[in-house]
C-alpha cells in the first residue's frame, strides 16, 4: 500500500490542473489555479464533513460563538435587514446565536437555520429556544423556492469542496431580488498573516496558518465573483461589518484592540480607493439574485 496520501489535482471552480504552491502547512501543499487564481488546498477532505462542531455543550466556547459575535451580528441585522418583516435563512446555523439575535432585534423576520451537526442543532433548539432549526444537509431539504428574501452563509462556504451545488440550490431559494450574504476568510491577507505567524513560529505543526485541513477553498474578492457568476447570481457587492471581538477564542483585550485598529484602517483604505482595495482579514460578500423584469409597456397594452 502506497503510503503517500492522495491529494487534490486540479482547481475545484475551473477544472484546471496547472497550479502554483503558495504555502505549505503540515505538508500539505495550499496551491492556487494559474487559470482563474482560485486558491485551494490540496487535502482531500469529505464534502459534507460534520467533525466541526465536537461533541457535547461542554466543549463549545460560548464567549467566542456568543459574546465576541454580538456587534457583528447586531451590525448585520442593521445593514441588511431593514425592512420591518421578511424571511431570512442561515445555512450553517451552528449553536444558533445569529438566528437568536434576529429573533430579539428583528421580530418581525420569520428565521430558519440549517446545520450538518445534530449536536449543535440539539444546542439551538434546546439552550437557544429556537424551533425553526434542522439537521441535515440543506439540498436535500423541502424548503419551497423562491421563498427567502435573505440568506445567510457565516464562516460555510471556505469548508466546502465543492460549492456549486450549495450555491446554485440557495439561488433556488430566493426570491427575485434577493441576496446571498457570505462571509469567508479574504485570502491575500490571510496569506501574508499566515507567513507573518510560520516566519515567527517555524512552522509549528500545532499552530493553525491556513487550516489545511479544515479551510479548502480560500477566497479572494476576484475569485469569489467568479463563484457567484457560475451559480446564477447577477451581480457581487463587497461590503465591510464590525469584527469579531476576540481573536481566535482569546480573551486577551491587546488583540481585541488590535483586531479594531485593523477594521477602521480596512475600512480607511476602503473609502479612499473607492472600495477597490480590501485589506481586512474577512470577506463580506453579496451575491445578488436579479429582480423581477417589469413589464415592458407593449405588454401591459395587450
Known sequence: MDPTPKLRESCYLCGTKSSKIV???NSIPIVECLACGHVYSTFLQDEHYDGYWPEGAEHYDLHWWDIAHRDIYKDFCNTFLKSPKG????????LGFFIRTINEIKPGWKTVGYEISEDAVRFAREKNLLSDVHSGIVQNSDLPS??????????VIEHIPNPHSLLQYLHTLLKPGGILFVETPNFPMQLLKAKLKKAFLGGDPNAHYLEAKDHINH???????FLAGQCGFSDVTFTILKPIS???GSRSLARVFAKKCLYYFA???RFISRENLNVALTLFAVLHKNPPVAASNQDKDR
Open 23 to 25: 504555502f505549505v502547512e
Open 87 to 94: 424571511r431570512i435563512l442561515d445555512v450553517g446555523c451552528g
Open 146 to 155: 423562491e421563498s427567502f428574501d435573505v440568506i445567510t452563509l457565516w464562516d
Open 219 to 225: 477566497y479572494k474578492k476576484k475569485t469569489l465573483s
Open 246 to 248: 476576540s481573536v481566535s
Open 267 to 269: 475600512g480607511f483604505v
